[in-house]
């Protein structure tokens, strides 16, 4: 089948593209860019006043199957990924049981019917049971097709079983990814420590918990030469560490969420809203412009949701016992476009850099551009629709949004993974 995506601004920084032009499709490959471009049969798609761009990747999504089916499956999440403009997502492996052997990996990729929405690249478990005591199957998920490894929801707290780690990770050609919490420092902590955390009266989780590993994770990638990736970074320390490291030549990578980016503790009010409830805690508004600066000047490598669903009674719990984390993957693509693009602080450039590219090189994935050979997995972005983040908006399964209520601007309502709709005139297919 030919496909015809006609007068979209296309933009790919990585083939030095940024027009308005044409782009045809056929056996799901890209087969020509350029313009007035016509199709003999087939289907034409009219992108005028739409930004085309390669298809966007999450590197760090929590599906909760095996075990929470509840909360979300592969079915729902990759619904979910497509309807934000995600043609893949990174599963973490805490799941139950946890991701941690090749016949977990194998399970996770045999029902082809439920990654039709979306790509799912498995994440395998650091070690046994994310219990950080003994190193897990690496090589055996590695075959059956594990892209990186994590103890994600908690970080390895033993630092000679870290190194062992990387070692292993090392010889394989993987990349690990660190959680960095030092849960003796973290203790009980659930929101920041600060003025904040003391006028709640809520236990204080300190930023120090965070840049202790992120330091420490650094030195260990130093000494053993393995590729680093560090999820989810919410203060200035951290990304200040990560800037000097890179500027010495380290392997190291990091990503930065959504709501760390657009959110601080004084979103927590005194109704203690639990969906503002993460893991690690939103910080102050200084570490949130210092996230934004890391953006902008090449120290972040990519923007990811940590997606994180929860089911709704688990959310009406109090603050110290309900579940840390916010679903993302429909809210995040709107809130970059509504905080950084409109505003100017992001190019349509920065955005695949950092939504697209910048996923795919931290975890040693496929690459994907928009030149003629290459995969059609394509996001067609409207930068002028209205979004109203509502309950009825999701295709998650669970609502536990941040940002409920939020009214935003620009959305994917395209996504095509190897030339084929997922996401078509912003309803999922």
């Known amino acids: ?12 920084p990585a083939v030095g593209l940024d027009a308005v032009c044409d782009i045809v499709i056929r056996d799901g490959l890209i087969v020509e860019i350029g313009s007035d471009l016509t199709i003999p049969k087939g289907i034409t798609v009219d992108c005028a006043g739409k930004v085309v761009v390669p298809g966007l990747v999450d590197a760090h999504t929590h599906l909760r199957e095996p075990g929470r089916e509840d909360e979300e499956t592969i079915l729902s999440g990759t619904r979910a990924a497509a ?18 052997e090749g016949a977990a990996v194998r399970a996770l990729k045999q029902r082809p019917a439920d990654h039709r929405f979306a790509r799912v ?14 190193i897990a199957e690496i090589g ?42 030092d849960e003796a420092l973290a203790g009980r902590g659930v929101v920041n420590e600060g003025v904040v955390s003391t006028r709640l009266g809520l ?9 202790t590993q992120v330091a420490r994770d650094i030195r ?26 890179k500027m010495r030549g380290v392997a190291v990578t990091c990503e930065v969420t959504p709501h760390h980016l657009f959110l601080d503790e004084d979103a927590i009010s005194a109704n203690y809203d639990t969906n503002l409830k993460m893991n690690p805690p939103l910080r102050t508004a200084a570490d949130r412009e210092a996230l934004v600066a890391g953006l902008l000047d090449g120290t972040v490598d990519c923007i990811a949701t940590d997606h994180a669903p929860h089911a709704a009674h688990e959310k009406a719990l109090e603050f110290e016992l309900a579940p840390f984390g916010t679903t993302g993957l429909e809210t995040a693509l709107p809130l970059v476009i509504t905080n950084l693009v409109a505003p100017g602080f992001l190019s349509w450039s920065d955005v695949v850099r950092l939504m697209a590219h910048g996923p795919r090189k931290a975890l040693g994935l496929p690459e994907a551009t928009l030149a003629p050979g290459e995969v059609a997995d394509i996001t067609i972005i409207d930068p002028e629709a209205s979004v109203e983040v509502t309950p009825e908006f999701f295709e998650s399964k669970s609502g536990n ?22 996401l078509e005139d912003g309803k999922v297919v």
């Open 1 to 12: 089948m030919a496909l015809l995506l006609k007068g979209g601004r296309v933009v790919d």
């Open 83 to 100: 309807h934000g403009g995600f043609v893949a997502v990174c599963a973490m492996p805490n799941t139950s049981p946890v991701c941690d």
């Open 121 to 134: 690249y498995p994440i395998g478990a650091l070690t046994v049971g994310s219990k950080g005591e003994s």
């Open 140 to 181: 055996d998920m590695l075959a059956e097709g594990a892209v990186a490894f994590s103890d994600d929801g908690r970080g390895v707290q033993n630092s000679g079983m870290m190194r062992r780690i990387m070692d292993y990770a090392k010889a394989f050609g993987t990349t690990v990814i660190s959680h960095c919490e």
């Open 203 to 211: 236990p204080g989780w300190p930023a120090a918990a965070e840049e």
């Open 220 to 245: 260990l990638c130093e000494l053993t030469g393995c590729r680093l990736h560090l999820a989810h970074l919410s203060t200035a320390g951290s990304v200040e560490l990560v800037r000097q490291a």
């Open 401 to 422: 949004s941040a940002f409920l209520g939020a009214k935003l601007t620009g959305k994917a309502t395209g996504v095509l993974i190897q030339g084929y709709f997922s």
